[in-house]
């Protein structure tokens, strides 16, 4: 379709990577990921640049540099951590790779291998269906009440939708949130809740400190505000926002962050709630997003926005088997970003070769998918921008989560107990206590990356 905003050009729409048409899938794939040069001289001089910039401080290289404070510890035990989870992870990624090259042998009438633009189409294709009335159960109002639910029982505060004064928020659908302490009914925090679409908004889902709490000097406490932003469009038909499980689980993860934030109680607001190191900072989204795959959870949310009836279990098997299908696949594409971000920031901020870098990661891990000279996709990967040398972060922050979750919750998802030791050894702290010493006290010990990345995929394994 033309592009508004930039005449001559066009966007290319998701539909192309689900075309039965190999040709058009491999002309999509090649025009998105086509190797900019002016992109990718950016993306070599950034690298260049933070290089110098670690040498300069002292650091043999920038993943020295940008994890000098991390909770990891350092670039060997990043080496440890990605290794161990290509260990654990690779049987079962071969084996749902081994599936969709079959797919594609029989239904193509090739003995090729697969090439990179027939992943999406291929595990689309084999995806478990389920039916689509499921979203009735899954309303934007039926889903926030089922999650207030959620914090009213774990955490012991609950959200109380609260009127704004003109001009207080910048969109008339925006909603606001005050977090209540349940016991006391003292207000924590305020979250704005921008989750409709509107033209020229951001389609992404995200969450924003807008005042960090911090301790005033009369004693009291500046109560935090963040806002969270989503993309969801109202059906049509019925005037509700009606969830995929994907965008559920979009909410339930910037949830996780916004409580971060209300639950903190630090001295200072730099390092409130989600202003951590950035190997730890996913850690309570992701652990929201495990308590979303737990059924016992998800039935307590997911009920018809029309009758209250809960959501019937052979709906929801069907709904989490098709939205977890495929999971090692994509945890093996995270992990070879995380591969190749790792290698790219550990070389000398001289003569850097991209495309070599990435064909070589490529060709180590992945073996099963073809290497197809000229796209580079890569250089649309904004992560090695923000996440610089820090990509593992989002599977190391997952694996810290499982092992929270299966220490803490995996019993009774809804324990008071639990969730109330969560709240004060953890999410009190924001980035004020080092998280090792929050993982130990939580843990009783600081658990190794061997047996993280062990524990990574089995959960996964056991919530499938």
Same mark, same amino acid.
């Given at each position: 379709?033309?592009?508004?905003?930039?005449?001559?050009?066009?966007?290319?729409?998701?539909?192309?990577?689900?075309?039965?048409?190999?040709?058009?899938?491999?002309?999509?794939?090649?025009?998105?990921?086509?190797?900019?040069? %002016?992109?990718?001289?950016?993306? $070599?001089?950034?690298?260049? *640049?933070?290089? /110098?910039? @670690?040498?300069? !401080?002292?650091?043999?290289?920038?993943?020295?540099?940008?994890?000098?404070?991390?909770?990891?510890?350092?670039?060997?035990?990043?080496?440890?951590?990605?290794?161990?989870?290509?260990?654990?992870?690779?049987?079962?990624?071969?084996?749902?790779?081994?599936?969709?090259?079959?797919?594609?042998?029989?239904?193509?009438?090739?003995?090729?291998?697969?090439?990179?633009?027939?992943?999406?189409?291929?595990?689309?294709?084999?995806?478990?269906?389920?039916?689509?009335?499921?979203?009735?159960?899954?309303?934007?109002?039926?889903?926030?009440?089922?999650?207030?639910?959620?914090?009213?029982?774990?955490?012991?505060?609950?959200?109380?939708?609260?009127?704004?004064?003109?001009?207080?928020?910048?969109?008339?659908?925006?909603?606001?949130?005050?977090?209540?302490?349940?016991?006391?009914?003292? %207000?924590?925090?305020?979250?704005? $809740?921008?989750?409709?679409? *509107?033209?020229? /908004?951001? @389609?992404?889902? !995200?969450?924003?400190?807008?005042?960090?709490?911090?301790?005033?000097?009369?004693?009291?406490?500046?109560?935090?505000?963040?806002?969270?932003?989503?993309?969801?469009?109202?059906?049509?038909?019925?005037?509700?926002?009606?969830?995929?499980?994907?965008?559920?689980?979009?909410?339930?993860?910037?949830?996780?962050?916004?409580?971060?934030?209300?639950?903190?109680?630090?001295?200072?607001?730099?390092?409130?709630?989600?202003?951590?190191?950035?190997?730890?900072?996913?850690?309570?989204?992701?652990?929201?997003?495990?308590?979303?795959?737990?059924?016992?959870?998800?039935?307590?949310?997911?009920?018809?926005?029309?009758?209250?009836?809960?959501?019937?279990?052979?709906?929801?098997?069907?709904?989490?088997?098709?939205?977890?299908?495929?999971?090692?696949?994509?945890?093996?594409?995270?992990?070879?970003?995380?591969?190749?971000?790792?290698?790219?920031?550990?070389?000398?901020?001289?003569?850097?070769?991209?495309?070599?870098?990435?064909?070589?990661?490529?060709?180590?891990?992945?073996?099963?998918?073809?290497?197809?000279?000229?796209?580079?996709?890569?250089?649309?990967?904004?992560?090695?921008?923000?996440?610089?040398?820090?990509?593992?972060?989002?599977?190391?922050?997952?694996?810290?989560?499982?092992?929270?979750?299966?220490?803490?919750?995996?019993?009774?998802?809804?324990?008071?107990?639990?969730?109330?030791?969560?709240?004060?050894?953890?999410?009190?702290?924001?980035?004020?206590?080092?998280?090792?010493?929050?993982?130990?006290?939580?843990?009783?010990?600081?658990?190794?990356?061997?047996?993280?990345?062990?524990?990574?995929?089995?959960?996964?394994?056991?919530?499938?």
């Amino acid at each position: 379709t033309p592009c508004d905003d930039m005449p001559g050009y066009s966007h290319l729409t998701h539909t192309y990577a689900l075309s039965a048409d190999p040709e058009e899938r491999w002309w999509a794939h090649s025009a998105f990921f086509y190797n900019e040069p %002016v992109q990718d001289r950016l993306l $070599c001089e950034l690298l260049y *640049r933070r290089g /110098k910039l @670690a040498l300069l !401080t002292g650091f043999p290289n920038y993943i020295y540099k940008a994890t000098e404070h991390s909770t990891i510890g350092g670039p060997e035990d990043i080496s440890l951590f990605l290794g161990a989870v290509h260990k654990c992870n690779t049987p079962h990624a071969s084996t749902e790779l081994r599936r969709l090259q079959q797919e594609k042998q029989r239904t193509e009438r090739t003995d090729l291998p697969l090439d990179p633009w027939d992943l999406q189409f291929y595990t689309e294709r084999l995806r478990p269906s389920v039916d689509g009335r499921y979203r009735e159960y899954l309303s934007l109002g039926t889903c926030m009440q089922g999650v207030d639910r959620l914090f009213t029982r774990i955490f012991g505060v609950s959200l109380r939708l609260s009127p704004t004064l003109p001009g207080e928020v910048w969109a008339p659908d925006v909603e606001k949130l005050e977090v209540v302490e349940e016991e006391s009914g003292q %207000v924590l925090g305020v979250i704005y $809740c921008d989750f409709i679409d *509107r033209p020229s /908004k951001p @389609a992404q889902n !995200t969450h924003y400190t807008i005042t960090g709490g911090k301790l005033l000097e009369d004693g009291s406490y500046q109560q935090p505000v963040v806002a969270l932003l989503c993309s969801f469009t109202p059906d049509a038909e019925s005037g509700q926002v009606l969830l995929s499980m994907e965008q559920l689980n979009n909410l339930v993860h910037e949830l996780g962050h916004a409580m971060h934030s209300m639950l903190a109680r630090t001295r200072y607001q730099h390092v409130t709630g989600t202003r951590c190191v950035t190997d730890f900072a996913e850690v309570p989204s992701n652990m929201m997003e495990l308590f979303l795959s737990d059924s016992r959870v998800l039935s307590s949310i997911a009920r018809h926005y029309k009758t209250d009836e809960p959501m019937p279990p052979d709906l929801m098997i069907d709904l989490q088997r098709s939205h977890n299908f495929a999971w090692a696949t994509d945890l093996h594409n995270q992990l070879l970003y995380s591969l190749f971000d790792q290698r790219i920031y550990s070389e000398e901020p001289v003569n850097i070769s991209l495309a070599m870098h990435y064909a070589r990661i490529h060709f180590e891990y992945n073996p099963m998918v073809s290497k197809p000279k000229g796209p580079a996709p890569f250089l649309r990967f904004g992560h090695l921008y923000g996440y610089g040398a820090k990509y593992y972060s989002y599977l190391y922050c997952r694996a810290l989560a499982t092992n929270i979750w299966t220490h803490l919750f995996y019993k009774d998802p809804f324990s008071r107990e639990a969730g109330m030791t969560y709240r004060r050894e953890l999410l009190a702290h924001g980035g004020g206590r080092h998280p090792r010493h929050m993982m130990t006290s939580l843990l009783g010990e600081m658990p190794g990356v061997t047996s993280l990345s062990e524990t990574l995929v089995t959960q996964t394994i056991a919530t499938m």
